[in-house]
């Protein structure tokens, strides 16, 4: 209907998380390149099938993603998509609803198996390719790599286990095959991500083995840099800490969500720990590996948080001080542990204020830190080229979260994916200038 050529054109809209943007990847692998034209997310364009990959998350997470399944259906029934897939988180969690509630989506998939996705583009899924990426953004150095899916956690306030189902690792020769393939393609640093990364392995060699798979990674000799994100506090592998303090590729760079530290909201959330655990691991954290940048995510507003409860946490920012921290109010979601079990308590509006005053309390912190580091050297990865300034990332900032270096530099389109070393001259809450150095 739409493409003249040979090719069929397809597109993908990737929403949510870094997860999906590793499944989007995978997906395009697995399609023969000499059948499909893909046309790149950002592009305006008529394709002869658009797909979704959604976010079911949280609720703004929903919202967004059911107004773009509705700004596509527009477009087909304006004639600029054939046909209009849609895949995902949302999908998988809401199947029995969605088809009635948007009736010109053609497909729904959801979000464990991308092998229904594959078939109902025309093409066959292959195990030789399924370690296979299509680059998102070609030229980005660093990659994201999906170490496991789903999660055996039961956290009260989460609806991922629901959504994802158990945990389940991928092997550790299939994730250095796939690390090897990135780094053929420039890729220098990989992301490690999971639910939760430090589960990893238990699965499949009945102990925790992320700290065997940084070695494995740490081999592929164009890998410079690998970053865990997503780990869970509790049970935390030591044998991890010992990787990020003396492999070189490891960086000292952590985000571990913590989500509270008061003993009752702790309790309520099901995360097993306690609030002196988590100060504990907090200083074995820092003291095994000195100079670690810690980032944390927390939730202002569960259910049971009443005026004490938050002001112990917003004494815990203080006390910690975390280099890099996230925040959400909670948001109920249908049939989690919490939305079954607890009233949803904390007005909104309350919630609105608790997160507004533990982010302006960070901010003091990550302007502290920032500025502690000025007239410091760094070695950094040049992520871009961007009108006469290289964007740029030490080990302690993880892209896409967190701050930049910026360094001015009228012709530095050739630096772009190379590491260079720079000084530091000024920063804020949340960049950080510098210069090249001579």
Known sequence: ????????????????????????????????????????????????????NTCGF?????????????????????????????????????????????PEVDAWYGARDLDPVIRELGATPSDSLRTGRYALQPGRPYAYLKISEGCDRRCAY??????????????????VREA??????????????????????????????????????SAIPQIAWIRIHYSYPADFPEDVLDQM??????????????????????????????????????????????????????????????????????????????ERLGAFPYSEEEDTYGALHYADDVPQEVKESRYRLL???QAEISTAFNESRVGTEETVLVDDWVDGTLVCRSQYESPEVDGEILVPCAEGKSLAGQFIRVRITAADAYDLQAEIMP
């Not at 989460?158 to 994730?175: E, Q, Y």
């Open 1 to 52: 209907m739409i493409s003249k050529s040979p090719k069929k054109r397809i597109k993908v809209i990737t929403l949510g998380c870094s997860k999906n943007q590793v499944d989007t990847s995978h997906l395009l692998a697995q399609l023969p390149a000499g059948e499909f034209d893909v046309v790149p997310e950002e592009e305006d364009a008529e394709v002869d099938v658009l797909l979704v």
């Open 158 to 175: 989460c609806a991922i286990p629901l959504i994802r189902g158990a945990h389940k690792s991928v092997p550790i020769p299939d994730l």
């Open 58 to 102: 949280i609720g703004d997470a929903k919202e967004e993603s059911i107004q773009t399944i509705l700004k596509c259906a527009a477009l087909k029934e304006s004639g600029q998509v054939g046909r209009l897939v849609v895949f995902g988180c949302l999908s998988q969690r809401y199947a029995d609803k969605m088809p009635d509630l948007i």
């Open 359 to 361: 982010m302006e309390r």
């Open 180 to 217: 090897e393939g990135l780094a053929a393609t420039g890729v220098k640093e990989l992301i490690l991500i999971a639910q939760d990364t430090t589960y990893y392995g238990l699965d499949l060699y009945g102990h925790r083995a992320l700290a065997e798979l940084l070695q494995a990674l």
């Open 245 to 322: 303090a003396s492999n070189p590729k490891v960086c000292k760079y952590l985000d571990i969500p913590l989500q509270h530290i008061a003993d009752p909201v702790l309790e309520r959330m099901r995360r097993h720990v306690d609030g002196a655990w988590t100060r504990r691991l907090i200083a074995t954290l820092r003291s095994r590996v000195p100079g670690v940048v810690l980032r944390t995510t927390l939730i202002v507003g569960h259910p049971g948080e009443g005026e004490a409860e938050f002001e112990e946490l917003m004494d815990f920012i203080r006390e910690a001080r975390f």
